[in-house]
Structure formats: C-alpha cells, structure tokens
C-alpha cells in the first residue's frame, strides 16, 4: 500500500521560510516522478515542483522558481520554500507519478499559511 505523508506546515510571516517533508512508502519509485501540487480556497489545484526519481531532474512552476527547491534523500522527497509569499498560502500535497502530472498516488495535504 503506498502512502505519501506529508509534514512541515504552518503558519509564517511573509519573507520567511518552511520545509515541507514527504515521507514515501509501500513500493520504489525508481520509474516515477514525484512532487509538489497546492490549492488555495476557490482556487484550482496548481501545481507546483517536480522530481524525476531516477536522476533527480526537477521541475518547477514559475511562481516558485527562485524561491523553491525540491530535493530527495532515500525515500523522502523535501520542499524547502524561502522568500515566502502571501499568495503560497495552500494546502499542499505531495504527489507520485509515472509522468510529470504525478497523478497516481496523493498524500493528506499540510496547510502552509504565510501572513503578509
């Protein structure tokens, strides 16, 4: 059973920081991409980084380059956003797939509120 377990959110002032952890299980994900979706309320699901398994290749929205990095260590992959935003504010899950739509397996969600 796969399970993707986010944690790391909470509330922050705009400026600062948070990292973001997703704690992967239950197969390998040597052929599969994972990362990064957000929504806010009333928005639509955006996505938001992505990281090739098996070269780490990455991947990110516009919104975020600059700001954000994703990276992996065994089977956690890491969100560490820096000049935070109001407009991050989301719930953000973490995400797996066969391709960069990461669309087969989804975590819980965390809650990344940034306060202007």
């Known amino acids: 059973q796969v399970q993707l377990v986010e944690s790391g959110g909470g509330l922050v002032q705009a400026g600062g920081s948070l990292r973001l952890s997703c704690a992967a299980s239950g197969r390998t994900f040597n052929s599969y991409t994972l990362g990064w979706f957000r929504q806010a309320p009333g928005k639509e699901r955006e996505f938001v980084a992505g990281?090739?398994?098996?070269?780490?290749r990455t991947n990110y929205a516009d919104s975020v380059k600059g700001r954000f990095t994703i990276s992996r260590d065994k089977n956690t992959v890491y969100l560490q956003m820096n000049s935070l935003k109001p407009e991050d504010t989301a719930v953000y899950y973490c995400?797996?797939?066969?391709?960069?739509?990461?669309?087969?397996?989804r975590g819980q969600g965390t809650q990344v509120t940034v306060s202007s």
């Open positions: 995400s797996a797939g066969l391709s960069a739509n990461m669309s087969r397996y």
């Open positions: 990281i090739r398994w098996s070269d780490s």
